[in-house]
């Protein structure tokens, strides 16, 4: 379901739905209607019924949770407000390319802590990496989401402001 459009995005979802022997069936925002034409629950009740997952790129994360807590399928995030999952895997995909294992290797974000942010240092905590960020002030990434990823298994988490300090010897720079 693409409330959001993204022409990147849907091809990449549905020619890797293809490659995995799947049937990908596309549908725009306004047809489903979020909480317009259905409640975003009957639309994963409905949808359940025919497909073996939803795969959802919306405009409010509350939408993808709504969809998962009712939906007896699983649900994909393919883009929201709050998190960018599908990107984060791109990105360690093609870190681990270029640099091989991860664990223990250097990450640097360096912007807004945003959903692509987010879920690239969700990711790269999961595979052990040191974790920096170059935020602005009043951009940053707050205590708990810090917390959060060294819960998930980052080597480190750092922030600056200073966007010289964060990236110096960094693997990779985003």
């Known amino acids: ?6 022409a990147r995005t849907r091809h990449s979802m549905e020619m890797a739905v ?37 795969a959802a790129r919306v405009y409010d994360h509350s939408t993808i949770t709504r969809l998962a807590a009712v939906a007896t399928v699983p649900v994909v995030n393919m883009l ?35 959903n692509v942010a987010r879920s690239l240092c969700e990711a790269s905590a999961m595979l052990g990496m040191h974790i920096r960020l170059g935020c602005p002030e009043g951009y940053d990434a707050q205590d708990n989401e810090l ?17 010289a300090i964060a990236v110096t010897g960094a693997h990779a720079v985003h």
Do not use: W
């Not at 379901?1 to 993204?6: D, G, L, V």
């Not at 306004?30 to 497909?51: L, Q």
């Not at 929201?80 to 895997?89: E, G, I, N, R």
């Not at 080597?155 to 200073?162: C, F, G, L, N, T």
């Open 1 to 6: 379901i693409f409330e959001k459009p993204s």
């Open 18 to 54: 293809v490659q995995l022997g799947g049937h990908p069936v596309f549908t725009r925002g306004e047809e489903v209607g979020f909480d317009t034409r259905e409640p975003v629950e009957d639309v994963a009740r409905i949808m359940e019924g025919f497909h073996a997952l939803i």
């Open 80 to 114: 929201s407000d709050f998190a960018h999952p599908l990107q984060a895997v791109a990105d360690v995909l093609t870190m681990q390319q270029n640099l091989g294992e991860l664990s223990g290797k250097t990450v640097t974000y360096v912007g807004d802590f945003n």
């Open 147 to 163: 917390l959060g990823l060294t819960e998930l298994g980052a080597a480190s988490v750092e922030q600056y402001r200073d966007i």
